[in-house]
Structure formats: structure tokens, C-alpha cells
């Protein structure tokens, strides 16, 4: 039973939500880096940087490494690098080659091209289906900055706990500093259960890249930007795609008995050349939107780095440059 969709059930039992400052989690607990982006909105800022056409993940905007560095260090103090995946794209491998020297072939997932996040993270589940189908899994963008690493970590922690707890996909949501059109918003619902300072609800809709007018009103009644960290079961996430987007759910099904198998880059680059490009917030979660919930983040400041304007924001409130 999901427990959102049941009105007896309005909160659930602390006893089953472990305490969230632990920093260890159990082996049924895989992190997907999703890094097969081109980040072209970037790319007038990327070429100053860099001097070529990389998607801002493997340039050095803030911090001593790339953005893909700074989400890998990120991850890697809750999910142990064996149970770390990484979501790519060919074309991009002049420029991730050696940020990841070393990670084995099965951790890394590749796109023949980019067609959007929805294929991308269904690719990711059936191959980890493959690797551990019992496993919860947590999606992190590779092209994100975090205030407080440790703190936001831990708050992904209990939204596992509570995604496990629930039977649902739980989504992280960000307190919003301002009403912002560019980002997506996600309205919650009723109150499910507070831990401390963490509140977790049913989520009611989303909206995506409202106009300012519209989020300085989702602002004012309590609505948050979509961070677009989730996490829930694989069987979870699955069963979610399947009903948003039949059609390219099947497709990939078909493609299952091929996947970590020697066959599985050809028919994978078959698929590939036949698809769509696919968003997974408008296309799945927006559709499914009551059957997930959602963790009010507080912790931490957060910025998507989507623009030069939001990267020279941020630098500017944390007081640094870009990086050279």
C-alpha cells in the first residue's frame, strides 16, 4: 500500500525512520549521478572557463573540482563508490574520461546520446534492476551546488528511510529564496509527519517554471523548489514511469534481456536512435504528482547553476570567483 493515497493513514511511526544524522546507510542503497546533460544554457560561461565546449558538470565552476567532483565528494560520504552509478553521454567522453578513471564499467551508464532526463533514469533503473532489484535508490544531478553537504546529505538519508516507510518515491524540496520563474515548484499537500526539522508531505501538483507573478504567490503558500534529488525503490520508480509513459517504458523493457550483457550497447544505440527527447519532471513526475511526497529542505541553500546570472549569484553570496 502507498500510504499517501490512504486517508487513515496520516503520519507514520518515527520507531521507523531512522535517526538522520547517522551518515551510514545499509547495502541496499545505490546513488545515480546524472551527468549525461550538455548544459547549453551554461556554454557562454563553460567556453570563458574552459576554452571548449564542455557541459558545465566537467568544468570547475565553484570549488576546487568540477561540478561532477563536487557531487561525487558530495555523495560519497553516504553511498560507498561500488554502489555509485553514473549516467553519461558518448560524446561527452573526452571530458569525463579522466574525472572518472577508475570507476568499473558496470557503475557507468552510456547514452548513446542525449535524449532527455525520462530515458536517461529509466536506462539507470533496468540496468540496476539487473544489479539489485531489491535496492533503494537516490537520483542526484551532476550540476548542482549545496551550501551544507553534510547537512543535505543527511536529510536524503531520511528520505530514504521515509521513501521505504511510505512505498513512495520522495522527492527533496528547497525552502525558496525568492519567487523564481525558472525553476520548477512543487506544491505540497497536507502534513504527513515532522522529525526535528524535517517535514515530509504528499505532494498536490507541480509547477513547472511558473511566471513571477504565479511563484511569488506558490512562494507565499509555502511551496518549494524542485531540487530534483529523489529517492524510493527501484520497483517504485518503475512502476511510476510505466504509468506516466507506457510507450517508453515498453521500449526499454524490450531491451532488458540485453542489458549487462555483451549485446547490450547495440541494441541500446538501436533504441537510441529512435527516441524522443523525454523530460522526467514534465513527463512523469507532473503526471504522477499524488503518488509522491516530499521533504522540506531548510538546511541548506541550493542553486541548479543554470544560468551565468544564477552561477555569478551564487559565487557572489558564498564570496568567490569562478574558478580558473
Known amino acids: 500500500m502507498n500510504y499517501l493515497n490512504n486517508p487513515q493513514k496520516t503520519s507514520f ?25 550538455d548544459g547549453s544554457r551554461l556554454l557562454p560561461l563553460t567556453r570563458k572557463i574552459a576554452g571548449d565546449e564542455r557541459p558545465k558538470q566537467f568544468c570547475r565552476i565553484i570549488g576546487k573540482g568540477t561540478l561532477l567532483d563536487e557531487t561525487r565528494q ?24 579522466v574525472i572518472l578513471a577508475g570507476v568499473p564499467r558496470k557503475n557507468l551508464i552510456m547514452q548513446p546520446e542525449n535524449a532527455g532526463t525520462a530515458p536517461a533514469i529509466l536506462y539507470s533503473l533496468l540496468r540496476l534492476e539487473q544489479i539489485d532489484p531489491e535496492a533503494s535508490v537516490a537520483f542526484f544531478p551532476s550540476d548542482h551546488y549545496f551550501s551544507d553537504n553534510k547537512a543535505f546529505m543527511a536529510e536524503v538519508e531520511y528520505a530514504i528511510d521515509a ?18 520563474e525558472e525553476y520548477g515548484w512543487i506544491e505540497p ?28 504567490k506558490l512562494m507565499n ?18 512502476k511510476m514511469i510505466r504509468l506516466a509513459t507506457p510507450e517508453l517504458y515498453m521500449r526499454f523493457v524490450s531491451i532488458r534481456p540485453e542489458l549487462c550483457t555483451p549485446g547490450e550497447e547495440s541494441v541500446v544505440r538501436n533504441l ?19 503518488d509522491l511526497a516530499v521533504v522540506r529542505v531548510r538546511s541548506s541553500k541550493w542553486s541548479d547553476l543554470g ?6 549569484s551564487t559565487l557572489s553570496k558564498i564570496g568567490a570567483a569562478v574558478s580558473a
Not at 83 to 95: A, P, S
Not at 307 to 312: E, I, M, T
Open 13 to 37: 511511526p518515527n520507531s521507523q525512520i531512522r535517526g538522520y544524522s547517522t551518515g551510514t546507510i545499509s547495502d541496499d542503497k545505490w546513488a545515480v549521478i546524472l551527468a549525461g546533460g
Open 74 to 97: 558530495r555523495v560519497a560520504g553516504t553511498f560507498p563508490a561500488a554502489k555509485t552509478m553514473f549516467v553519461l553521454t558518448e560524446k561527452h567522453k573526452r571530458f569525463y574520461d
Open 307 to 312: 544560468s551565468p546570472f544564477r552561477v555569478l
Open 163 to 180: 521513501a521505504r516507510s511510505l512505498r513512495a518515491i520522495v522527492l527533496l524540496g528547497i525552502e525558496p529564496e525568492s519567487p523564481d
Open 272 to 290: 537510441y536512435a529512435g527516441l524522443s527527447e523525454s523530460n522526467f519532471s514534465r513527463d512523469v513526475l507532473a503526471p504522477r504528482a499524488t
Open 221 to 238: 503558500r509555502g511551496c518549494l523548489w524542485n531540487s530534483f534529488v529523489m529517492v524510493g525503490t527501484v520497483f517504485s520508480f518503475l
Open 189 to 216: 499537500n497536507r502534513t504527513l509527519s515532522v522529525d526535528k526539522a524535517l517535514t515530509i508531505s504528499p505532494v498536490r501538483r507541480f509547477w513547472e517554471k511558473p511566471s513571477r507573478a504565479m511563484a511569488a
